[in-house]
């Protein structure tokens, strides 16, 4: 069987992430970074598509590799309508929707799929996908409940990264993804933590702006009477409330840097305002686990840990100690969203899976 030849884009708020495999070979990843005054130079995220793309062909073209010879681009997926967990082919209504932001949101991770069907269409039978965006919906209809009929909780979370996490487990203990009942833990500038039920995502803290632990950047669940009080108390501005939530939270607002290394190495050097938050924020991570435990019925066959704040010893045994007694739990550390973006692509081209119709 000849070998695949599938290009992966993964937009992030700073860089572009881009690699080349051949079926589940690696032969070429680079990951561009973007100052902060080539980005600045655009008012919107969407104005970013040519920039971005162009610097995505010259990389490609200073490899020495043939795009016309690439049979599947797979973006990274962005802020879409919910939708179930799967390979999606790149269509207009996507596009439409990718260019719009989920409730008018925008995030960079929008570009990926628009940028890989523009370069798909200038290439003889290739096609453009998505797999897994951070929209992935698989919630029991109990888990959308919140307090008020005003407000409808939902699944946005790290949805790529712990499916993939999930297949690779149940790979190295000879089981079926869709067998097990999983709790996955992401951990990067984001934090989110899912109740995985034999493949489905049912239950799962809404990890861009709304609930859960806080992280490097976010702040996670708050006091909601103390926000509201502080919304309308005059002193901020809507802009400014909502960085709190995303971007200025976290790390950030407690230790001033949203670098989770710098907080181990504070930490690990005695650091006492370092330690607490850190341990807070592992605290909150663990507290999360076990109401997904619950969520599982107490059925769990694994927890598993990924993410780049995994690598941090201290961090996961703080975990660990307080979550050992509901079910293993094996540490994955870092992300290969690149490889994972990849499978997804190959499983459509080797037929093993049928891409979606995103409607």
């Not at 010879?69 to 082919?89: F, M």
């Not at 809404?206 to 490097?216: H, K, T």
């Not at 076990?290 to 704040?309: N, R, S, Y």
């Not at 094996?330 to 037929?351: I, S």
């Amino acid at each position: 069987m000849s070998k695949k030849v599938i290009l992966t884009i993964n937009p992030g708020s700073t860089s572009t992430k881009i690699a080349v495999f051949h079926s589940n070979e690696l032969i070429f990843q680079k990951n561009i970074r973007h100052s902060s005054e080539e980005i600045d130079r655009f008012a919107k995220i969407s104005e970013q598509f040519g920039y971005r793309k162009e610097i995505i062909i010259r990389e490609l073209e200073e490899a020495g590799i043939d795009i016309s010879g690439i049979h599947a681009i797979v973006g990274r997926g962005g802020l879409l309508k919910p939708i179930p967990s799967g390979v999606y082919e790149v269509n207009e209504r996507m596009k439409e929707d990718l260019r719009n932001g989920l409730r008018g949101q925008q995030h960079a991770s929008n570009l990926g799929g628009l940028i890989a069907d523009d370069i798909a269409k200038n290439i003889q039978g290739a096609k453009a996908y998505i797999a897994d965006p951070v929209v992935v919906d698989e919630l029991e209809d109990v888990a959308r409940y919140s307090g008020h009929p005003a407000f409808k909780r939902t699944s946005i979370f790290h949805a790529l990264n712990q499916k993939a996490i999930g297949r690779m487990h149940a790979l190295t203990i000879g089981r079926k993804y869709e067998e097990l009942n999983l709790i996955i833990v992401h951990l990067g500038g984001g934090i989110t933590v899912g109740a995985h039920l034999k493949g489905r995502v049912i239950d799962v803290n809404q990890g861009l702006d709304g609930e859960g632990p806080f992280s490097p950047e976010r702040s996670g669940t708050l006091p909601s009477g103390d926000l509201v009080r502080l919304c309308f108390s005059g002193k901020y501005s809507e802009i400014e409330v909502l960085k709190m939530i995303t971007g200025q939270g976290g790390l950030v607002a407690f230790l001033g840097t949203n670098n989770a290394y710098e907080v181990e190495q504070r930490v690990m050097e005695g650091d006492i305002e370092a330690t607490n938050v850190q341990n807070a924020m592992a605290y909150q991570v663990a507290k999360l686990i076990g109401a997904m435990a619950v969520v599982l019925d107490g059925e769990v066959d694994a927890i598993l840990v990924t993410g780049g704040i995994a690598y941090n010893k201290i961090f996961v045994d703080y975990i660990k100690n307080k979550t050992a007694k509901i079910a293993q739990i094996e540490v994955y550390p870092g992300e290969d969203e690149m490889r994972a973006l990849a499978l997804n692509g190959l499983m459509v081209l080797d037929g093993e899976v049928e891409a979606k119709v995103y409607e």
